[in-house]
């Protein structure tokens, strides 16, 4: 499984046939869950999958808002312990689960847990210590020609405007082709990268206090997805790298993380 290639062929469903996938498929999805990396130790995402989603999300209409509102046939619950960098660490897993399953044909769409911690006991066991952070819908897509993004899909920033400092070596340049589609809330794109030989500083936009209030939870997830995508293409282009913390600043940004691209190719 490439998750790489995965990449440049997923985009979000929104409308989903509402027949459940079938068992040999729930049983990849499972396969995939229990597989799924987390960026720090000791600090686990837990995947919670709701088989009968289409009950789920008949309720869920009424709780949840107009933007998280999606039918699906099944859902992923994600839950974690609210430790510092849990939002991060969610969507960098769930990055990954999200291309696997688009891998297999399955088509999925991140959506807000607009539901509380209270509802969603109903529907499924949450460990004490752990809060809802996100859902996955997921399922067969209405329209099957609907799973892959068409060739004027993505509507994404460009290099020029995510790179806030550079020059990037011509050889990192497929690195921020594959960052720069990654999926965000409301379709953001909070990241921003600032390019220093082959140090790669990630950093958030800073929001405005109300913005700030509404959106960065949700920036945070993002950044994490953004994350996955640049390791992931880092690894496809069989580089390595380090991931350290550096003294970066900016008024503009919150600083992430470092990643440090080691020239020297991994050997096949
Ligand atoms: C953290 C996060 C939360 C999201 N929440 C929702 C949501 O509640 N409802 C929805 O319809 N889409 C949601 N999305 C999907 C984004 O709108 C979508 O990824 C973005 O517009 C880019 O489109 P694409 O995924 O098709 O490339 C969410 C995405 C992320 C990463």
Redesign the pocket.
Known sequence: MELYENIFKR??T?AFQMDSLDEDSLRRVEEILKTAPNLFEGMKVTYGLLREGKEFSEKATGILGA??R?KAPHFLILTMEPKPGFRQAT?YSLAHVVLALNDLGIAT????PGADKEVLQKYLEIPEEEVPV?FVAFGNPQNPAELYPPLDY?KRRGLSDIIIQGPVKRKYKPLFEAVRLA?????TQPWRFSVDGNKVHVARVKLGFVKNKLFSS?NK??MG?ALAYLLIAIKAKNFKFNLIKEEFSHPEMEYMITVEILEEPRRP
Do not use: Q
């Open positions: 985009k979000s929104k933007y998280t999606v969507g769409c991140i959506t807000y996100l993505y999926p965000s809330s409301f379709n949700l997830i993002d997805i």
